[in-house]
């Protein structure tokens, strides 16, 4: 059963940065793309960005763009993503997950194992 873990949620000022993580076990990262999801209170779950094996970013959705990062460390078996100039849009629990079979794949339903989420709360 591949698993995989997020931390570094909290809470942070607008404007400020985050950095989550995401320890991915029992598959060896280099043969797999990671993507990042959020859900806000209220919304349903969207794509973010992810991180192909190659380590080529795909961008999700615009509303990230020039403000987050993605990158992976496949000797660690870890993904992270570097969010900056925050904002409270960006309010939401994120996760991680993996297509085993098709790579990067921005539909939800197409995951094949998601972590249980870490929660990032943007607030004065």
């Known amino acids: 059963q591949v698993e995989l873990v997020e931390s570094g949620g909290g809470l942070v000022q607008p404007g400020g940065s985050l950095r989550l993580s995401c320890a991915i076990s029992?598959?060896?990262?280099?043969?797999?793309?990671i993507g990042w999801f959020r859900q806000a209170p209220g919304k349903e779950r969207e794509g973010v960005l992810c991180i192909s094996m190659k380590g080529e970013s795909i961008d999700y959705t615009d509303s990230v763009r020039g403000r987050f990062t993605i990158s992976r460390d496949n000797a660690k078996n870890t993904v992270s993503l570097q969010m900056n100039s925050l904002n409270p849009e960006d309010t939401a629990v994120y996760y991680c997950?993996?297509?085993?079979?098709?790579?990067?794949?921005?539909?939800?339903?197409?995951?094949?194992?998601w972590g249980k989420g870490t929660l990032v709360t943007v607030s004065s």
């Open positions: 029992r598959i060896t990262l280099d043969f797999y793309a």
């Open positions: 997950a993996t297509d085993l079979l098709d790579g990067c794949n921005p539909d939800l339903g197409a995951m094949d194992y």
